[in-house]
Nanobody
Framework: QVQLVESGGGLVQAGGSLRLSCAHS????????MGWFRQAPGKEREFVAT????????LYADSVKGRFTLSRDNAKNTVYLQMNSLKPEDTAVYYC?????????????????WGQGTQVTVSS
């Protein structure tokens, strides 16, 4: 059973930075494609970024491209989402997700395991 635990959320002013972490407690972490999604109040869950098993391939939503960087440390079973130049519209609950697929999907239906989420609030 894969368990994902997010951390690093909080309140930050516009233009600031946060780094989210997601710890994967299952076995064979390096075989999973990992992703981040977010959900703002009253909106559907939306794709943020995803990274392949080795960390050498990533995919980003257009809304975060150039501002967010996704990376992973397979030795620590952890993925990191570095968020810079944050905007009020980035405010949401951020969810970490894991997929057994080797492809970089952006739809949440392709991810099998989810964390509980961490709140990110960006004030203007």
């Amino acid at each position: 059973q894969v368990q994902l635990v997010e951390s690093g959320g909080g309140l930050v002013q516009a233009g600031g930075s946060l780094r989210l972490s997601c710890a994967h407690s299952g076995r064979s972490f390096s075989s999973y494609t990992m992703g981040w999604f977010r959900q703002a109040p009253g909106k559907e869950r939306e794709f943020v970024a995803t990274i392949n098993w080795s960390g050498d391939s990533t995919l980003y939503a257009d809304s975060v491209k150039g501002r967010f960087t996704l990376s992973r440390d397979n030795a620590k079973n952890t993925v990191y989402l570095q968020m810079n130049s944050l905007k009020p519209e980035d405010t949401a609950v951020y969810y970490c997700a894991a997929s057994r697929s080797g492809y970089l999907y952006s739809h949440p239906a392709n991810f099998n395991s989810w964390g509980q989420g961490t709140q990110v609030t960006v004030s203007s």
